[in-house]
């Protein structure tokens, strides 16, 4: 029974994977994204029955504006990286929404949502580049995908785990799953959590520079959000990489990301 719990996850592992074309990486691929767009797409229009969605305002405007301009860039990066073809299911769509949350994200398939309280850090349409770029680039890389397969893996780690103590006291079952879930989580989850925070950071700059907007505005937007925000969880227990990490990163960033703008 354990030799043939080892053979699924390892055929799952090696037949679950696909190939980004702006990375070139092979990641994670359990679900598929017909499935995953379509449960996105289903709660993306809940949510925006649920709150007051911003339309006709010189804010709501930029926030169209520069989606479209990033998209546009990225479709740019694909068609020249040979696939023209990838964003074929994604349906962009860009929605400001009151609400006084420091925050933006995008669903998968391209769903992205600005809440009127990140403006004010923002400060220019540099500022929502940085964020909207940021965001778009989770899901042009498919980074729900990967955190949903992630955690299925997780889940499938710990049956194996329980069948291989399956003979051993109840107290050593517990400790062994308690341990399990502490190391997966800490060893794991926030790590893969945390590189694709930075991932985005680095692809969002990219796209950015490529729609024309200054990617030095990255370094710049995140020490603002560190004045807004002041201190937070520890690096290593969070989902995100440290503010000063983060800072760091996207000023080492920036040169790089208006040599790929070169190219186009």
Not at 54 to 68: D, F, L, N, S, W
Not at 144 to 167: C, T, W, Y
Request: proline residues 4%.
């Amino acid at each position: 029974m354990k030799k043939i719990n080892l053979l699924f996850l390892i055929i799952l592992v090696f037949s679950g994977c696909a190939t980004n074309p702006i990375t070139g990486k092979s990641t994670m691929a359990f679900i598929g994204n017909n499935e995953l767009f379509a449960m996105s797409f289903s709660q993306y229009t809940e949510f925006k029955n649920d709150n007051v969605v911003i339309i006709g305002t010189p804010e709501a405007e930029m926030i169209q504006r520069v989606g479209t301009k990033l998209v546009a860039a990225a479709n740019k990066w694909v068609a020249a990286e040979g696939d023209p073809n990838y964003f074929r299911d994604y349906r962009w769509e860009f929605t400001l929404v009151q609400d006084n949350t420091l925050n933006a994200w995008c669903m998968p398939g391209g769903k992205v949502v600005f809440y009127t309280g990140i403006l004010p850090v923002c400060l220019n349409e540099d500022g929502v580049a940085v964020v909207m770029g940021h965001e778009i680039a989770h899901a042009i890389l498919n980074h729900g995908q990967q955190r949903m397969s992630g955690n299925i893996l997780q889940q499938l780690g710990a049956i194996g785990v329980s069948l291989a103590f399956s003979g051993s006291s109840s107290e050593t079952q517990a400790l062994v799953m308690l341990a399990y879930g502490v190391g997966s989580q800490v060893g794991g989850t926030l790590p893969f959590s945390r590189s694709h925070e930075s991932e985005a950071d680095d692809i969002g700059l990219k796209l950015m520079a490529i729609a024309g907007y200054n990617p030095d505005e990255g370094a710049q937007l995140w020490q603002r959000m560190a004045a807004a925000t002041g201190g937070g969880t520890p690096e290593i227990l969070s989902t995100h990489p440290s503010n000063e990490s983060r800072i760091q990163n996207l000023r080492r960033l920036a040169p790089e990301a208006r040599q790929v703008a070169a190219r186009f």
